[in-house]
């Protein structure tokens, strides 16, 4: 029997979804939600219990989600905490590649092995924000509500503002000269409501668009500015000279190819970008808003719904994403991101 059942207004527990796993009872709100049990999809429900029906792989699993847009991959069966062997390590970073989003499941690990982790995939870089950055690793960028000492931080607060950037559409990065490469993020403080981080593939955005598009798009560059975005946000604390002179104005290709897949992607991250090199600031926003809209269709998108223990890693050359808000002056949240410096970007263009 398959059963679709839209949302648990009261909460679900372990021994419901044990009776649903029985039954092969389908969860099903929003397609793209991730999937924790076999045949289950567990979706928009208020799903706090530690889930200790999940399936615990004995080796290295990677499992994709399946929701037909070929996007994101659970990885099962490895503990982060470990030195990894390069043949795993080879795997990881083919299956990043190919699925764009990983999510290495029930993960406890500290800065310090997020750190080790990440860099098997190469160097990281700094943020440019000191003031989001942690004291005791400089490669961890904190992405947080609730300051080092425990503290939950008001919303007015420079850096909860701040945060607000990772609520618009965006690629890590976009406004460095070598932009990202990837990002591991690691969830410590969840939210119940809220919260949720979208990926969108802009490979296949890419692939659908009308060739005439494709043909438009192709020589195209735009300039990107860290400086935008924060004015997107507001009233921050203005950056040091130090901090100003590491993020000058950049230009890139609007439309990028993998150094590693070889395949084209749209280069878009609204939220940085500023406008079209050699297009009125009108006709700029005209094709970059037309594009955007393209790109944000369900079909071409991943919304992860955090659980304890998950660790994100995904790829910055392939995808956008965002998180989504949530009530900051209730709740906590508290996320860690190493971010793996990039690749000059490869232009699709003549
Ligand atoms: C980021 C980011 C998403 C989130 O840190 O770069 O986009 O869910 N975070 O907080
Ligand atoms: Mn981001």
Excluded at 183 to 199: D, P, S
Aim: aromatic share 8%; net charge negative.
């Amino acid at each position: 029997m398959i059963g679709i059942v839209r949302s648990f207004a009261g909460g679900i527990n372990v021994n419901t979804i044990k009776a649903l796993e029985r039954s092969s009872v389908v969860i099903q709100e929003a397609k793209n939600y991730a999937c924790r049990t076999p045949g289950v999809l567990l979706i928009n429900c208020d799903l706090v219990e530690y889930p200790s029906v999940w399936e615990y792989a004995m080796s290295l699993e990677i499992r994709p989600n399946p929701y037909g847009n070929h996007l994101s991959a659970e990885v099962r069966g490895i503990d982060l905490a470990h030195t990894l062997d390069p043949e795993t390590i080879r795997t990881i970073h083919d299956a990043w590649v190919d699925y764009k989003v990983l999510i290495f499941v029930d993960q406890h690990i500290s800065d310090a092995q997020q750190v080790e982790f990440t860099r098997r995939f190469g160097a990281l870089e700094e943020f440019p924000m000191k003031a989001v950055r942690s004291d005791a690793h400089n490669e961890i960028f904190r992405v947080s509500n609730v300051d080092t000492q425990g503290q939950h931080l008001p919303a007015e607060h420079n850096t909860v503002r701040y945060l607000h950037v990772t609520q618009k559409w965006h690629i890590d990065s976009s406004y460095r000269e070598i932009p990202s490469k990837g990002a591991v993020f690691r969830g410590i403080e969840l939210t119940r409501h809220g919260g949720e981080t979208w990926f969108c593939d802009l490979e296949q955005v890419y692939e659908d668009l009308p060739a005439a598009m494709r043909k438009r798009v192709d020589p195209l560059r735009a300039v990107h500015d860290f400086e935008v975005s924060r004015r997107a946000v507001g009233n921050l604390t203005p950056l040091s000279a130090e901090e100003k002179a590491a993020v000058p104005v950049v230009e890139h290709p609007l439309v990028r190819v993998h150094p590693v897949s070889g395949r084209r992607s749209l280069f878009l991250s609204p939220v940085h970008m500023s406008h079209i090199v050699g297009m009125s600031i009108a006709d700029s926003s005209m094709l970059l808003g037309e594009l955007i809209d393209l790109a944000v269709q369900d079909k071409y998108l991943y919304k992860h719904r955090w659980w304890p223990g998950d660790v994100l890693m995904w790829d910055n050359r392939s995808l956008m994403h965002w998180a989504q808000p949530f009530d900051e002056g209730v709740l906590r949240r508290v996320m860690h991101r190493t971010t793996l410096a990039g690749e000059r970007i490869a232009s699709a263009g003549p």
